[in-house]
């Protein structure tokens, strides 16, 4: 299976201004912070973590809508980090995203099929009825009827409100889409259907996703595999099968310790491991390991040395001391392995 997105180093600070009359910098916000990773063709990476921990900005700096602070990004064999807004053109056709809001990505004074047209038109097409017909084709694709075509978008529900973004963002056929928590705004009986109509579309269209999102049960079920976030980085990645059966980072152990038990006799069985107080703020980030002020089984070092995400099995790597410590790491954490919940 070939790469079609790689990062490497990926980095992306905010400055932060003083608010005195020369608005020197302060200090940056260090929103994602040396991230690496890739993205088969055809797959689904589901990206997960806390609210605030770069998930939307890490997946704007893949198709370039925010430039990178540092680090490289390959799109298909091909770094597209420094490239001008010129040189981006003929890649943006292959890049495309789904936003959050469904009400809030589309123009209210804009009828559907301008809507949908639109990236066709600049990207040099002509409004002419070859780009009307492939509108229809595209509200076709994503279920919604031909009429929709001369409706506005507050005259839909939310789910074909999102629908009308999905078209939008396939209208030019990409091969990479982000899904910037697509269903998150959506009500539970629509978000379903969503995330099937995106992997059919995936699987008519050969499309590879990075799909964002915090609902966990919503990953598993779209992803093929799973990489956390926390506080700027990458903590974990690994298949969705490996990581919800034995997660190795004690973040992930907690986020998927928290996925609610429909099963009540399921309830209990397992060991869960909590964790405690607020994630850090990303203006002043802990020393060494980020995860350590919340950690159960924090060590020494972890306050002295960020661990490098490391592979403690096949296309399983985990940033955390513990898989790198081995014996030490458990008798640290008072018997318990990095496994243990």
Avoid: W
Avoid at 96 to 113: C, H, K, S, T, W
Avoid at 118 to 135: F, N, Q, T, W, Y
Avoid at 194 to 201: T, W
């Amino acid at each position: 299976m070939s790469v079609l997105v790689e990062v490497s180093g990926l980095s992306k600070h905010f400055p932060v201004r003083s608010g005195g009359l020369f608005r020197r910098v302060v200090t940056p916000l260090r929103a994602v912070d040396d991230v690496s990773f890739s993205i088969n063709a055809g797959e689904t990476l589901g990206l997960v973590g806390e609210s605030g921990c770069g998930k939307s900005t890490l997946g704007r700096l893949l198709i370039r809508l925010i430039e990178p602070t540092g680090g490289r990004i390959h799109f298909d064999g091909q770094e597209i980090t420094g490239l001008t807004a010129s040189a981006m053109r003929p890649h943006r056709r292959a890049m495309q995203i789904v936003f959050q809001d469904p009400y809030g990505a589309l123009n209210p004074r804009m009828m559907v099929e301008d809507i949908i047209m639109e990236p066709l038109l600049i990207h040099g097409a002509k409004p002419d009825a070859e780009s009307r017909r492939l509108v229809g084709e595209m509200l076709k694709l994503v279920g919604l009827p031909a009429r929709a075509r001369d409706r506005f978008p507050h005259e839909f529900s939310g789910g074909q409100r999102q629908r009308v973004g999905i078209a939008r963002a396939l209208v030019l056929r990409p091969r990479f889409v982000v899904c910037d928590e697509p269903v998150s705004a959506l009500d539970v009986s629509v978000q379903a259907q969503i995330v099937n109509l995106l992997q059919d579309l995936q699987t008519e269209l050969g499309l590879t996703y990075l799909f964002i999102a915090h609902d966990l049960s919503v990953v598993k079920h779209i992803s093929d595999r799973v990489a956390v976030m926390y506080l700027g980085r990458v903590v974990e990645i690994a298949d969705k099968k490996t990581i919800y059966a034995n997660p190795q980072h004690p973040y992930t152990q907690a986020l998927i310790g928290a996925v609610p038990v429909l099963n009540p006799r399921a309830r209990g069985r397992g060991r869960r491991q909590r964790i405690t107080g607020d994630i850090p703020s990303a203006l002043n980030p802990p020393s060494g390991c980020r995860f350590h002020t919340r950690c159960p089984h924090v060590m020494p070092i972890c306050k002295e040395q960020n661990p490098p995400l490391l592979d403690t099995a096949v296309g399983h790597g985990v940033a955390c001391h513990l898989m790198t410590l081995g014996s030490a790491g458990k008798q640290a954490s008072g018997g318990k392995g990095p496994g243990a919940l």
